[in-house]
């Protein structure tokens, strides 16, 4: 049984950071590439940040290009998503989401990811 749990969301005001976790347990976690996808009120779940089993290789989506960094502790069974100069357009559910291919890259299709946490809520204030 796959289990994935973030947290660290939050409301925050425009220009700050927040950082997310997402805690990993039931399966070889290090061997997997790891996502992260967010959902805004009213549009479909999208692409954000993938990172890839070792961490050699990252993706991230246009709008968070330079201002969020996805990293993974392996021994820690743990991804993180570092947020900063958030702004309101960011606010949204983020889920952790996790692959079943062992790849030196990035994933960035949402079919890819058969795993999901239950999400966390970020709302960035004007």
């Known amino acids: 049984q796959v289990q994935l749990v973030e947290s660290g969301g939050g409301l925050v005001q425009a220009g700050g950071s927040l950082r997310l976790s997402c805690a990993a347990s039931?399966?070889?976690?290090?061997?997997?590439?790891m996502g992260w996808f967010r959902r805004a009120p009213g549009k479909e779940r999208e692409f954000v940040a993938s990172?890839?089993?070792?961490?050699?290789?990252?993706a991230y989506a246009d709008s968070v290009k330079g201002r969020f960094t996805i990293s993974r502790d392996n021994a820690k069974n743990t991804v993180y998503l570092q947020m900063n100069s958030l702004k309101p357009e960011d606010t949204a559910l983020y889920y952790c989401?996790?692959?079943?291919?062992?790849?030196?890259?990035?994933?960035?299709?949402?079919?890819?990811?058969?795993?999901w946490g239950q999400g966390t809520q970020v709302t960035v204030s004007s």
């Open positions: 989401g996790s692959t079943r291919l062992i790849s030196s890259r990035p994933i960035t299709g949402l079919s890819s990811y058969p795993y």
């Open positions: 039931g399966r070889s976690f290090s061997n997997y590439v």
């Open positions: 990172i890839s089993r070792t961490s050699g290789s990252t």
